[in-house]
């Protein structure tokens, strides 16, 4: 069975960093990817990065790119999401994702399994 499960969400002030983490389990750990998404109140779900497993290609949105990073540990089957300079525009549920044809894609409709997300709030 497929488990995706997110942690790390925080509360962080303005021009903070934080790094939230996804383990994955239950599916063959050979090539995959792993995207990132957000969904703040009131606001359709967003793509924010995916990285695709054990090449490591990624690709970010344009609102997070330069600010956020995606990376892997296969070893452990575990992305993380490195998060810095924090605007409270970045406040959001942020959900992790797999897709096991190793598509890199911020598209959620090319995801089958989520994890259920990790609160991440931007404020002073």
């Known amino acids: 069975q497929v488990q995706l499960v997110e942690s790390g969400g925080d509360l962080v002030q303005p021009g903070g960093s934080l790094t939230i983490s996804c383990a994955a389990s239950g599916f063959p750990h050979g090539y995959y990817s792993i995207g990132w998404f957000r969904q703040a109140p009131g606001k359709e779900r967003e793509g924010v990065a995916c990285i695709s497993v054990p090449d490591d290609m990624t690709d970010y949105a344009d609102s997070v790119k330069g600010r956020f990073t995606i990376s892997s540990d296969n070893a452990v089957a575990t992305v993380y999401l490195k998060l810095h300079s924090l605007k409270p525009e970045d406040t959001a549920v942020y959900y992790c994702?797999?897709?096991?044809?190793?598509?890199?894609?911020?598209?959620?409709?090319?995801?089958?399994?989520w994890g259920q997300g990790t609160q991440v709030t931007v404020s002073s």
């Open positions: 994702s797999l897709n096991l044809l190793q598509d890199l894609t911020v598209n959620s409709k090319e995801y089958d399994y």
